[in-house]
Protein backbone atom coordinates (compact mmCIF):
# COMPACT_ATOMS: atom_id res chain seq x y z
CA UNK A 1 0.00 0.00 0.00
CA UNK A 2 1.40 3.30 -0.91
CA UNK A 3 0.96 6.48 0.74
CA UNK A 4 1.19 10.00 -1.42
CA UNK A 5 -0.09 12.97 0.72
CA UNK A 6 -3.78 12.02 0.25
CA UNK A 7 -4.19 9.39 -1.48
CA UNK A 8 -3.35 5.36 -1.62
CA UNK A 9 -2.90 2.76 -3.42
CA UNK A 10 -2.73 -1.10 -3.56
CA UNK A 11 -1.56 -3.14 -6.11
CA UNK A 12 -2.56 -7.21 -6.07
CA UNK A 13 -1.69 -9.81 -9.05
CA UNK A 14 -4.20 -11.63 -10.08
CA UNK A 15 -3.59 -14.83 -12.06
CA UNK A 16 -4.98 -15.24 -15.75
CA UNK A 17 -7.16 -12.12 -15.56
CA UNK A 18 -6.77 -8.34 -17.47
CA UNK A 19 -6.43 -5.55 -14.92
CA UNK A 20 -9.01 -4.01 -13.08
CA UNK A 21 -9.33 -0.80 -11.37
CA UNK A 22 -11.60 0.12 -8.27
CA UNK A 23 -12.17 3.70 -6.78
CA UNK A 24 -12.88 5.09 -3.70
CA UNK A 25 -13.73 8.71 -3.50
CA UNK A 26 -15.69 9.59 -0.29
CA UNK A 27 -17.03 12.45 0.81
CA UNK A 28 -14.73 13.63 1.91
CA UNK A 29 -12.95 14.66 -0.76
CA UNK A 30 -15.48 17.14 -1.44
CA UNK A 31 -19.50 16.75 -0.98
CA UNK A 32 -20.25 17.52 -4.33
CA UNK A 33 -20.88 14.67 -6.31
CA UNK A 34 -19.31 16.95 -9.80
CA UNK A 35 -15.94 16.58 -8.32
CA UNK A 36 -15.71 13.29 -7.33
CA UNK A 37 -16.77 12.12 -10.62
CA UNK A 38 -14.61 14.68 -12.60
CA UNK A 39 -11.38 13.28 -10.00
CA UNK A 40 -12.59 9.21 -10.81
CA UNK A 41 -12.51 10.30 -14.69
CA UNK A 42 -9.31 11.70 -14.64
CA UNK A 43 -8.02 8.43 -12.78
CA UNK A 44 -9.93 6.44 -14.83
CA UNK A 45 -8.15 8.16 -18.23
CA UNK A 46 -4.79 7.64 -16.91
CA UNK A 47 -5.31 4.17 -15.61
CA UNK A 48 -6.45 3.68 -19.48
CA UNK A 49 -3.85 5.29 -20.69
CA UNK A 50 -0.91 3.51 -18.47
CA UNK A 51 0.82 0.60 -19.35
CA UNK A 52 -0.11 -1.21 -16.25
CA UNK A 53 -3.60 -2.02 -17.37
CA UNK A 54 -1.89 -4.46 -19.77
CA UNK A 55 -0.86 -7.03 -16.77
CA UNK A 56 -3.06 -9.38 -14.75
CA UNK A 57 -3.48 -6.63 -11.40
CA UNK A 58 -5.51 -5.09 -9.43
CA UNK A 59 -5.57 -1.72 -8.85
CA UNK A 60 -7.36 0.29 -5.64
CA UNK A 61 -7.24 3.93 -5.50
CA UNK A 62 -8.71 5.43 -1.90
CA UNK A 63 -8.98 8.91 -2.00
CA UNK A 64 -9.59 11.64 1.09
CA UNK A 65 -8.95 14.82 1.24
CA UNK A 66 -7.88 17.88 -0.97
CA UNK A 67 -8.86 16.92 -4.44
CA UNK A 68 -5.99 18.88 -5.51
CA UNK A 69 -3.44 16.43 -4.21
CA UNK A 70 -5.23 13.53 -5.95
CA UNK A 71 -4.93 15.52 -9.07
CA UNK A 72 -1.77 16.77 -8.67
CA UNK A 73 -0.73 13.67 -8.68
CA UNK A 74 -2.02 12.16 -11.89
Known sequence: LGNVGY???KFCR???ASA???LAIGRRVDTRAVVRNR?????REAF?????RHLAVDVVIAAAGDPRAVTDAL
Request: proline fraction near 5%; aromatic fraction near 0%.
Open 7 to 9: HAA
Open 39 to 43: IKRAI
Open 14 to 16: EAG
Open 20 to 22: RLG
Open 48 to 52: RRHPL
